[in-house]
T-cell receptor, first 114, second 113 residues
Framework: AQSVTQLDSQVPVFEEAPVELRCNYS??????LFWYVQYPNQGLQLLLK??????LVKGINGFEAEFNKSQTSFHLRKPSVHISDTAEYFC????????????FGAGTRLAVHP | EPEVTQTPSHQVTQMGQEVILRCVPI?????FYWYRQILGQKVEFLVS????????KSEIFDDQFSVERPDGSNFTLKIRSTKLEDSAMYFC???????????FGPGTRLTVT
């Protein structure tokens, strides 16, 4: 079975500051990794994904994440946040192969302050 | 850009009533999913559907739940007799063949009173 841990339930940060949202996963098989964002009263939007290849993946809105297999981590980063980045961020994994249900972490609420 | 749509956006129902949540996946997608998110909790997988049958379901998806693809476009989730604890946001998702992301709809907020 797979599981995802997002260590921070809330991350407050000032506008234009860098941010890192942490994600660790557990799995006995190969997985694919995803970050989704949920803006208030909206659905889930894919930020970025890691399937294979380069461990540094770039996504939309200036976000990037690095897959670290030895540490089983997939932390999300942005060098300079905007007020509009305020949202809930979910890390998720899929077992590679099969019908691929997403296993989500509990989410991290990013609050960007002016 | 194609998107997954869901109706209604908000459904209020009384305990014991049946509800049907509707989704229109992206047209060339082959895999369909339902997830739910109870307020303040993580998003949880309910069921996946492929080739007109359930491919996987979670322990949450008991006999009170069913899914159907009645035509070439709609994908529905039925709850036969709703309970208070069914109150949640229900998300539909779809993806195409092969390795790819799941595209989520905006969700239906179900409130059981």
């Amino acid at each position: 079975a797979q599981s995802v841990t997002q260590l921070d339930s809330q991350v407050p940060v000032f506008e234009e500051a860098p941010v890192e949202l942490r994600c660790n996963y557990s799995s006995s098989v190969s997985v694919y990794l995803f970050w989704y964002v949920q803006y208030p009263n909206q659905g889930l939007q894919l930020l970025l994904k890691y399937l294979s290849g380069s461990t540094l993946v770039k996504g939309i809105n200036g976000f990037e994440a690095e897959f670290n297999k030895s540490q089983t981590s997939f932390h999300l980063r942005k060098p300079s946040v905007h007020i509009s980045d305020t949202a809930e961020y979910f890390c998720a994994v899929i077992r590679s192969g099969g019908y691929n249900k997403l296993i989500f972490g509990a989410g991290t609420r990013l609050a960007v302050h002016p | 850009e194609p998107e997954v749509t869901q109706t209604p956006s908000h459904q209020v129902t009384q305990m014991g009533q049946e509800v049907i949540l509707r989704c229109v996946p992206i047209s060339n997608h082959l895999y369909f999913y339902w997830y739910r998110q109870i307020l303040g909790q993580k998003v949880e997988f309910l069921v996946s559907f492929y080739n007109n049958e359930i491919s996987e379901k979670s322990e949450i998806f008991d006999d009170q739940f069913s899914v159907e693809r009645p035509d070439g476009s709609n994908f529905t989730l039925k709850i036969r007799s709703t309970k208070l604890e069914d109150s949640a946001m229900y998300f539909c998702a779809s993806r195409e063949q092969g390795v790819g992301e799941q595209y989520f709809g905006p969700g239906t907020r179900l409130t059981v009173t």
